[in-house]
């Protein structure tokens, strides 16, 4: 497995690499992998001849500067991790190489940007959407793996492919969570011992949401889940029930509609969020 810190050489071995009518799978990561990331590594692995994954954390995706600052950075331990799980190679810039000069693009998704991560987050989504196209046009992949733990992410991401040609496919991957339900992310290694042993209950308050879905009217069933995990000590930023194409508010229940919940909670000075498919 390669590893490289800069574009040009990126682009040199691609295309070195890239035999006639061979597929490349990307995934792209801020590092500090877990076994979430590791399995759209193995699913890129699988499903394409060539498999590269990039690791940056991308600073104009942060509208907090103490996450960023605290963000884990740990390339010694992530390249063994990807070695593997069958990447070919790894794609580790520096952010000089990246923003050789200011930002200035702007992009609009939206409806599908003014809600969740989108409000809370004012910026976080254009920083994601910038970076993202850069890597898709420094590795120019087939297809390219996000999680459903983002999954306003990966809505984002599809929108963003759209307005693309050549564009890849985006895959979408389910979420990974550990043996109690806490849904794998950087940010858990930052939770103290007592705030690890509280965030299974996000987990647990969804299944609950989803056992629930159709038989409890929408805004109630969200103030039960909100008041549960505000109880327990959470900061609950939102809890919503939304159409899971538009991430739009759901009023009322919708025979045959695809919806999810989402929320989003501080435990102490660290940030979760977990979605999860209500089937009713
Ligand atoms: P990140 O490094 O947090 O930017 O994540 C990189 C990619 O891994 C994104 O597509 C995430 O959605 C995905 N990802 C992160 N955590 C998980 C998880 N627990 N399960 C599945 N995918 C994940």
């Known amino acids: 497995m390669k590893v490289i810190h800069t574009i040009g050489e990126t682009k040199s071995w691609l295309s070195a690499q890239k035999s006639a ?23 890129s692995s699988r499903e394409n001849d060539l498999s590269v ?18 963000y884990p950075r740990t390339l010694e331990t992530d390249i063994p991790m990807l070695r593997e799980a069958g990447c070919h190679m790894v794609f580790a810039p520096s952010a000089k190489e990246i923003y050789p000069e200011p930002v200035t693009e702007q992009y609009d998704f ?20 910038v970076v993202v196209k850069r890597l898709f046009g420094i590795i120019e992949p087939d297809r390219a793996y996000f999680g459903e733990k983002d999954y306003q992410q990966f809505r984002i991401i599809q929108a963003l492919a759209a307005g693309m040609s050549p564009a890849p496919v985006i ?20 939770l103290g011992a007592e705030e690890r042993a509280l965030a299974p209950m996000i987990y647990l308050t969804l299944i609950v949401v989803k056992s629930r879905a159709g038989k409890v009217p929408v805004a109630e069933l969200e103030s039960w889940a909100t008041d549960r995990l505000a109880t327990a000590g959470f900061n609950v930023e ?13 009023e009322n229940w919708e025979p045959g509609e695809r919806v999810r919940a989402f929320t989003a909670c501080w435990l102490g000075n660290v940030r979760l969020i977990d979605n999860m498919e209500l089937i009713f």
Do not use: W
Not at 238 to 250: E, S
């Open 110 to 129: 939206g409806a599908l940007e003014r809600v969740m991560e989108g409000e809370h987050r004012p910026g976080h989504f254009n920083g994601v959407a």
């Open 171 to 190: 895959v979408p991957c389910p979420t990974v969570r550990e043996a109690d339900g806490l849904a794998m992310s950087s940010r858990n290694r930052r």
């Open 238 to 250: 939102y809890f919503k029930i939304a159409h899971a194409a538009t991430l739009q508010p759901l």
């Open 21 to 43: 009518g061979a597929t490349t799978g990307f995934v792209p990561t801020m590092g500090a992998l877990h076994e979430g990331h590791i399995e759209l590594v193995r699913r």
């Open 53 to 70: 994954c990039s690791i940056f954390v991308n600073p104009i995706q942060f509208n907090n500067p103490e996450d960023l600052e605290k």
